[in-house]
């Protein structure tokens, strides 16, 4: 593969070169980003000096032994990214890609509360049928920061179980699944069908929320039963509940497949919630811009098939 020629005297800036800027602004080096859109590092070399005449700065600078971005070049990072998403509006790709011939990253953001499963189905259908792709899952953040990441594209796609979404954004339901309670084996509230009652007096574990003073969404559903607990231990990550509550008498709520997940793992006991109450949804959000996206549009479809895969998995 090789670069347009874009002479020192061509001073027009096309989408050979945002594309240039973009992964020499993400790699911070020439090698690297020359590697990572498969041309060759005197080409990519050339582009860079073109970009240093068009913005007037250096944007890469050599500090001991590595380069680093420049201020300039680090503010220049999210509107070229945007500018890029944005231009994919402009374009209908005719028909299916080929996953083999794509080459380049898939950016997830999500949070820890689907089984590791799932994420292991996602990782073996891209090396699989994707070889020169990568994936990279990243954390929510703030209950609306996702939807920036999406409009800057940060992020090409989020999982998620809040309900708001702006109208700029698709989504797809990817699982629903009941809400239970997580508990050590032998816990007093194992031995026989627990009751709302018990549920509040119990100590709880939680994930942290999402936006402080909210709550978190199952905070939001006990709060439509009339119901408040006390929580005696936050976690942003759900991956130390299980020990947690192998060691503790604390009650976990969540989704029966994260709930089994960790019963596989702990001596735990799943106990049905003493109540009715809305299941867990989750979504898969996009944003308009890479709706017609055909490297997307496979991807969503791998994440639904996986999630599929998982709702209909034997129990075990």
């Known amino acids: 593969m090789s670069l347009p020629d874009t002479g020192e005297h061509d001073r027009r800036l096309d989408e050979s070169l945002l594309r240039s800027l973009h992964v020499l602004l993400s790699e911070a080096s020439v090698s690297q980003a020359a590697a990572r859109l498969g041309v060759a590092q005197s080409a990519l070399s050339r582009h860079l000096k073109v970009l240093r005449q068009l913005t007037g700065d250096e944007l890469l600078v050599r500090v001991g032994n590595r380069m680093v971005l420049t201020e300039r070049a680090q503010a220049l990072a999210v509107p070229t990214r945007r ?35 799932f994420f292991a189905d996602i990782a073996e259908r891209v090396a699989r049928q994707a070889p020169e792709c990568d994936v990279v899952i990243r954390g929510l953040g703030s209950r609306f920061e996702h939807y920036r990441q999406l409009a800057d594209g940060e992020v090409d796609m989020v999982i998620t179980i809040w309900p708001e979404l702006p109208g700029h954004l698709r989504a797809a339901s990817l699982l629903t699944e009941p809400m239970v309670c997580l508990v050590r084996e032998g816990h007093p509230l194992a031995r026989a069908p627990m009751t709302l009652d018990d549920y509040r007096r119990a100590r709880h574990l939680s994930s942290l929320e999402h936006v402080p003073g909210q709550g978190t969404i199952i905070d939001a559903q006990l709060a439509e039963l009339g119901v408040s607990v006390h929580t005696a231990m936050h976690t942003q990550f759900l991956g130390m509940a299980p020990a947690i509550l192998a060691r503790t008498d604390l009650v976990f709520t969540t989704g029966r497949l994260l709930a089994e997940d960790f019963a596989r793992q702990y001596p735990l006991a ?18 308009e811009r890479t709706h017609k996206n055909q490297a997307m549009r496979w991807l969503r479809g791998e994440l639904t098939a996986a999630a599929r895969e998982l709702a209909h998995r034997p129990r075990s």
Do not use: C, N
């Open 83 to 117: 500018i890029l998403a944005d231009m994919s509006l402009l374009t209908a790709e005719a028909g299916p890609v080929e996953p083999r011939e794509l080459r380049q990253s898939f950016r997830i953001a999500t949070y820890d509360f689907l089984p590791r499963q």
């Open 270 to 287: 799943i106990v049905p919630f003493p109540a009715k109450i809305k299941p867990h949804r989750y979504r898969l959000v996009w944003h």
